[in-house]
């Protein structure tokens, strides 16, 4: 419920923040809102409103690249079903905070495992936090000597402050890449710090939570970097859409009948209004968006049409994706799917709540004679082939990062035969392990009878079988955190077997 109240009391933020921009357009007079109306072709805002359509269409098609090479199944539907989620999420919550994490678990419900969802929307940010950061480069380089000789000369230490901001995250995410150990040392100093401090409880579990995050970042990364040609097609695409977005002003200049200001200076001051944006903490950034556009562009339009060219840019990019959010939401609730509902909650809030429980019924699942579990092969009973293997883990003594390694490796393979194996109807998966204490190696048995697949096997001629493939990622996953993995068909039934030494220095050696 505490989530659902959340984005119902930043809706109502939205909702009085769109009431006092009315309210101060009508304070600009009637007469002249009426007169700066009846000045812009209906056209242009028509362009302008399919401007941020095309932006939208940019972000799907940038992020349909990664999820369709991570997951040869993923539907472009799909795709922007997720990007108008997380348009709306990001409107909604404070540093467009709840974006990703419901992106993540839409493509979750959707059929896809959990890693590569992260792993999808991880790629989509990165390129588009740096091509946002050349972008303000650039325009900083050709426009900042303008702006301190000019009016605007006040606006640069936030413009400044913005454009470190966004620097910073993007210096961040390629340190969590390319120096990993130093990035671990760093987050270790800072946790211990803090608890000296008084300040932070648990360290030594904060430690473990750090350690596991940043070792499936690391991996993520790594499989990102191996896929350059991804990468240039979204690089080129999230370029076009941010000159899309930036665009959005100069179609509405041009509405109003105006001249005298060439695209580029709009452009730029567009990008300096959403590098100003990046650092203030409120759904949107009220206030510090419309203001700035206001400082930015005053002198562009005109005393007479200011107040009016904001309101209408702002509910373009802001109230317009909020509105389609909340058509999404009821349409989709109406479907059985609540995105606001905390009863379901995102993907890693319910694994945290149930693991547990979800443990103590593997455990009692399990039969008597040897370690196996037989499971109804559906997506709803993932928690319980993770609790599985996890409660196997944590009597062996398993340390956080083997743990990790191994669920994901389940998670994978299971969510595959899930989602695909019986499909459209249902079967049976059977879970086996065991533990050699000699080598301390696990060694974990999925078996099914559901379509002849082999994931280890490049070209398949069985066209049925496409059908069910491991994901590019998946497969990656798999054989980077295990180390080793087989194959077999006997007796109509897939075996997949894989091992796991069980000490966390021991790294998976079977990755391609």
């Not at 409107?91 to 979750?108: E, K, L, N, R, V």
């Not at 409120?282 to 007479?304: C, T, V």
């Not at 945290?352 to 008597?368: D, H, L």
């Not at 080793?484 to 997949?496: A, M, P």
């Given at each position: 419920m505490k989530k659902k109240k959340g984005n119902v009391i930043n809706l109502l933020i939205c909702a009085a923040a769109f009431l006092v921009m009315v309210v101060m357009l009508f304070l600009d007079g009637i007469d002249n809102i009426l007169g700066a109306l009846s000045r812009i072709n209906p056209l242009f805002l028509v362009i302008a409103a399919l401007c941020m359509v095309g932006y939208w269409l940019?972000?799907?098609?940038?992020l349909h690249f990664a999820a369709k090479k991570l997951d040869h199944r993923t539907k472009f539907s799909t795709t922007m079903l997720v990007t108008m989620i997380g348009q709306y999420f990001n409107?909604?919550?404070?540093?467009?905070?709840?974006?990703?994490?419901?992106?993540?678990?839409?493509?979750?419900r959707r059929g896809m495992t959990l890693g590569t969802a992260m792993t999808a929307l991880l790629s989509r940010f990165i390129v588009y936090q740096f091509m946002l950061t050349v972008y303000s480069v650039i325009f900083l380089v050709i426009k900042?000597?303008?702006?301190?000789?000019?009016?605007?000369?006040?606006?640069?230490?936030?413009?400044?402050?913005?454009?470190?901001?966004?620097?910073?995250?993007?210096?961040?995410?390629?340190?969590?890449?390319?120096?990993?150990?130093a990035?671990?040392?760093?987050?270790?100093?800072?946790?211990?710090?803090l608890g000296r401090l008084h300040i932070m409880k648990n360290v030594d579990a904060k430690i473990d939570f750090i350690d596991s995050e940043l070792e499936k970042y690391y991996e993520n990364f790594m499989y990102i970097k191996s896929q350059p040609v991804m990468i240039i097609k979204m690089l080129l695409v999230t370029a076009a859409q941010l000159l899309i977005y930036f665009s959005i002003?100069?179609?509405?200049?041009?509405?109003?009948?105006?001249?005298?200001?060439?695209?580029?200076?709009?452009v730029a001051y567009q990008s300096f209004v959403l590098m100003i944006s990046a650092?203030?903490?409120?759904?949107?950034?009220?206030?510090?968006?419309?203001?700035?556009?206001?400082?930015?562009?005053?002198?562009?339009?005109?005393?007479?049409?200011t107040m009016v060219s904001t309101f209408i840019w702002r509910f373009l990019t802001f109230y317009f994706p909020i509105i389609v959010g909340i058509v999404i939401n009821l349409v989709m609730s109406r479907k059985g799917f609540d995105l606001n509902n905390t009863e379901e909650?995102?993907?890693?809030?319910?694994?945290?709540?149930?693991?547990?429980?979800?443990?103590?019924?593997?455990?009692?699942?399990?039969?008597?004679?040897?370690?196996?579990?037989?499971?109804?092969?559906?997506?709803?009973?993932l928690n319980l082939a993770i609790a599985f293997v996890g409660e196997l883990l944590a009597e062996c003594g398993c340390g956080m990062k083997t743990r990790m390694q191994t669920e994901l490796a389940v998670e994978e393979i299971f969510t595959n035969i899930a989602n695909y194996a019986y499909a459209p109807g249902t079967g049976k998966v059977l879970m086996s392990a065991e533990v050699d204490s000699a080598t301390e190696t696990l060694t974990m048995i999925f078996e099914d009878s559901g379509v002849r697949y082999d994931p280890l096997k490049d070209d398949s001629e069985d066209k049925s079988a496409d059908e069910r493939a491991i994901s590019g990622l998946g497969l990656f996953l798999i054989k980077k955190n295990t180390d080793?993995?087989?194959?077999?068909?006997?007796?109509?039934?897939?075996?997949?077997t894989f091992t796991k030494h069980l000490k966390d220095e021991a790294a998976g050696n079977n990755a391609a």
């Open positions: 940019g972000e799907g098609i940038g409107c909604i919550t404070p540093g467009a905070s709840g974006g990703q994490p419901m992106q993540a678990y839409t493509f979750f900042l000597g303008d702006l301190a000789g000019g009016e605007h000369s006040a606006m640069i230490p936030l413009i400044l402050i913005g454009f470190a901001v966004n620097t910073a995250v993007i210096i961040l995410l390629f340190m969590l890449a390319f120096f990993k150990k990035t671990l040392r760093l987050a270790h100093g800072i946790i211990k710090l002003t100069y179609v509405i200049y041009l509405g109003f009948g105006l001249s005298g200001t060439d695209w580029f200076t709009v650092f203030v903490p409120l759904p949107g950034a009220m206030g510090a968006a419309e203001g700035s556009y206001a400082a930015f562009f005053g002198g562009i339009f005109g005393k007479q049409l909650d995102t993907v890693y809030e319910e694994r945290v709540k149930i693991r547990e429980k979800e443990a103590g019924k593997a455990a009692a699942a399990i039969s008597s004679d040897s370690r196996s579990l037989e499971l109804e092969a559906v997506t709803g009973n080793s993995i087989s194959y077999d068909f006997r007796d109509g039934k897939n075996i997949l």
